[in-house]
């Protein structure tokens, strides 16, 4: 099976990450409105990354999604457009916490290739970005907390399988059909 659209997927929308981010810190300097709704225009843009990865895959490759090979890169590329997500909001401290966090666990799950260090080191920088833009509140509180149990129980349902295998992705006579 080809592994080129994947990789085509990953390189695009590392490409697409540094172009939009870049577009938005330009507006968001030159046009006060869109500097004032940052904290919305950012989760909505990285959702939209993340998912133009999968633009390129055939339905018949989707179990590409499932290998460690992808999912170390679409993890890195995650956080690496936290990082620069940072170079637009470097004063927010819960920010800046929420993506080394996430980073401590990327590192862990790619040095171990263990599942579980996604979930114990839980992705939470998007959601982080549409609570601060909501609440207008960098510190924590019971709200946030809450959101952060959800999101801890998402990751643990979204990664079961792999962590049901040792951390590895299923193996090709368990993943779903597409």
Same mark, same amino acid.
């Given at each position: 099976?080809?592994?080129?659209?994947?990789?085509?997927?990953?390189?695009?929308?590392?490409?697409?990450?540094?172009?939009?981010?870049?577009?938005?810190?330009?507006?968001?300097?030159?046009?006060?409105?869109?500097? @004032?709704?940052?904290?919305?225009?950012?989760?909505?843009?990285?959702?939209? @990354?993340? @998912?133009?990865?999968?633009?390129?895959?055939?339905?018949?490759?989707?179990?590409?999604?499932?290998?460690?090979?992808?999912?170390?890169?679409?993890?890195?590329?995650?956080?690496?457009?936290?990082?620069?997500?940072?170079?637009?909001?470097?004063?927010?401290?819960?920010?800046?916490?929420?993506?080394?966090?996430?980073?401590?666990?990327?590192?862990?799950?790619?040095?171990?290739?263990?599942?579980?260090?996604?979930?114990?080191?839980?992705?939470?920088?998007?959601?982080?970005?549409?609570?601060?833009?909501?609440?207008?509140?960098?510190?924590?509180?019971?709200?946030?907390?809450?959101?952060?149990?959800?999101?801890?129980?998402?990751?643990?349902?979204?990664?079961?399988?792999?962590? @049901?295998?040792?951390?590895?992705?299923?193996?090709?006579?368990?993943?779903?059909?597409?």
């Amino acid at each position: 099976m080809e592994k080129k659209p994947i990789l085509m997927g990953l390189y695009t929308r590392a490409v697409v990450t540094v172009v939009g981010l870049a577009i938005i810190n330009h507006y968001a300097h030159s046009i006060p409105k869109v500097g @004032a709704q940052i904290y919305i225009i950012l989760p909505i843009f990285l959702f939209i @990354a993340d @998912a133009i990865d999968g633009a390129f895959v055939k339905p018949s490759q989707k179990h590409f999604f499932s290998t460690f090979g992808y999912q170390a890169g679409d993890k890195i590329i995650d956080v690496w457009s936290y990082l620069l997500v940072l170079l637009l909001l470097p004063s927010d401290g819960m920010l800046r916490f929420f993506v080394f966090y996430r980073l401590v666990g990327v590192i862990f799950f790619i040095w171990t290739k263990n599942a579980a260090f996604l979930i114990l080191f839980f992705d939470f920088v998007k959601e982080y970005l549409l609570y601060y833009y909501f609440f207008r509140n960098p510190q924590p509180c019971a709200f946030l907390g809450f959101l952060i149990f959800l999101k801890i129980g998402f990751e643990a349902k979204r990664h079961r399988k792999q962590y @049901a295998h040792g951390g590895t992705p299923p193996p090709p006579s368990e993943r779903p059909e597409n």
